[in-house]
Each structure stands twice: as structure tokens, then as C-alpha cells.
């Protein structure tokens, strides 16, 4: 686990007077306000934000010191974070992306599938994208409870129960 948590990301500029287009990875996304001051990921630069609007895909927000769209658009693609010590604790079934990347995970019968590379979200429904164990292929699986049935963090691991057909060499 780490100290730093990634809250959001800066889209780009929002017009020409230094707002931003923020997209937060907040359950409730306007929470991303309440974490100030954010930081980039070093942890060195830090950023007051506060939200203005919401827009499509996110809010758009003002940072102090970021006066004109060239400045916006020089912190185009900065991950917000914050310490990990300014979130709310989570019940026991839910996690916090950045706590999920490296875990091993297996299958129900105990094969080694591989670790989480990546968390996405297309919308509906969370995937984890895996790095396949001695491969340099990844695959996505859902991260619903059906698929995911354990996720055991104090082990570092993820326990999978795969559909037919949803690993890649599956068989029937």
C-alpha cells in the first residue's frame, strides 16, 4: 500500500482564464475538493483546487497560481493524489485501486493466473487487467463479485473464478 492515493486526473484547460478540466476517480466525484491540497505523484508539487462547475466528464475547476490556458494546459495529464490518511476508511469489501495493482492473483483451483497491471472502468462495470503469469500477454476480467469472489489483502492476493472462455488458452 501507498501513502499517496490518486484522486483525479487534470484533463487539460477549460477556456482561456486558467481553469482546468478535472476528472475524478472519487465514489463521490465532487469529493475530490475536500483533499486539499492535492499533490503530483512525487508528492512535490501541490495544487489548491476548487471546483467551479461540473461539466461533461468531470468538473471544471481552478487551481491557484494557473492564471491562463497555457499554464491549464501545461498540467494537462497530472494525477491528483492525496495522502491515503485524508480518505475515509472503506468497508471491508471495497478497495482502493492503487491497493489492487501487483496483487498475485489465481484461479479457484490455486493456478497462478498472474498480478493486476491495471484497474479500468468502461463505464458499467470495474475490469482488472491482468499480466499474464509468464507471458507478456494481459487479459480483462470483471471485478464483480461472481468473477472476483476474494480479494485477501493481507495475503496480496486475488482469487478468480473464470467463465468459460474468459482466459485466454481456457478450456472447457
Known amino acids: ?19 482546468l478540466r478535472i476528472k475524478s476517480f472519487c465514489t463521490n466525484p465532487s469529493d475530490i475538493e475536500t483533499y486539499t491540497p492535492l499533490t503530483d505523484e512525487t508528492g512535490q508539487k501541490q ?10 466528464s468531470g468538473f471544471n475547476a481552478r487551481i491557484v497560481g494557473i492564471d491562463n490556458k497555457e499554464d491549464a494546459d501545461a498540467l494537462k495529464g497530472t494525477k491528483l493524489f492525496t495522502e491515503r490518511s485524508n480518505l475515509p476508511s472503506l468497508p471491508d469489501d471495497e478497495f482502493y485501486y492503487s491497493d489492487l495493482i501487483g496483487l498475485q492473483v489465481f484461479d479457484t483451483g490455486g493456478a497462478n493466473i498472474g498480478k493486476v497491471k491495471t484497474i479500468m472502468n468502461n463505464g458499467s462495470d470495474d475490469l482488472l487487467e491482468i499480466q ?19 480479494v485477501d489483502m493481507d495475503a496480496g492476493r486475488i482469487v478468480i473464478d473464470p467463465f468459460d472462455g474468459l482466459l485466454p488458452d481456457a478450456k472447457a
Open 132 to 150: 499474464l503469469a509468464s507471458s507478456s500477454d494481459t487479459t480483462f476480467v470483471p471485478f464483480t463479485k461472481e468473477v472476483v469472489p476474494t
Open 1 to 19: 500500500m501507498t501513502d499517496l492515493i490518486c484522486v483525479g486526473t487534470i484533463a487539460g484547460a477549460y477556456g482561456v482564464r486558467g481553469e
Open 47 to 56: 495544487f489548491a483546487l476548487a471546483l467551479i462547475g461540473q461539466i461533461k
